[in-house]
């Protein structure tokens, strides 16, 4: 089946063609997921409420652009709509001013995509979300903010601690003294 057929037998709500397309694109959407998760269970439930927003809104897709980057924007939406309702007040304001040991640069890649999704699961939600956005899906500071609805500050804010964060746990694992 090519992707056209996928997509009109998704439509037409044909469960092989929607079995064909959860097959094709659920591992790489549980790695968004992940991601955006505090935990495999949360990540598991935003897999599912992204697969029911597919399906239903399939036809919606217009053919422009990449599909699977018309899904994953699904995928990221549905796990910001989940942490939405949560805001950031937990999470301290204002920028430390601390300088931070030099990480050697294979230190990162000596881990597995799993040891890296862990260390970020491990970050505050709101710092969680922010990187996420910025690093990974590429979004601006000024698109965070408006999807968050937080302003530009706290997304450079949130980015600036969320690394800071993980280079001190990488430091860690590595047994580099801080």
Not at 41 to 57: P, T
């Amino acid at each position: 089946m090519n992707q056209e057929e996928v997509i009109a037998g998704c439509i037409r709500q044909e469960h092989a063609c929607q079995k064909h397309l959860f097959d094709l694109v659920s591992g790489k959407m549980m790695t968004v997921c992940l991601r955006y998760a505090r935990n495999r269970a949360d990540a598991e439930d935003i897999l599912q409420e992204g697969f029911v927003l597919l399906f239903k809104n399939i036809a919606k897709y217009q053919g422009t652009g990449s599909f699977e980057g018309w899904i994953r924007r699904i995928f990221v939406n549905t796990a910001l709509k989940k942490y939405q309702r949560k805001r950031f007040d937990k999470e301290r304001v204002g920028i430390e001013h601390v300088q931070e040991p030099e990480l050697d640069a294979t230190a990162l890649s000596s881990l597995s995509e799993q040891e890296i999704i862990a260390l970020i699961q491990e970050l505050p939600e709101g710092y969680r979300i922010v990187f996420n956005m910025f690093a990974i899906e590429g979004y601006s500071h000024k698109e965070i903010a408006a999807q968050l609805g937080i302003n530009e500050a706290t997304s450079r804010t949130q980015l600036l601690k969320a690394r800071k964060q993980l280079q001190r746990k990488l430091l860690k694992l590595h047994s580099i003294p801080l």
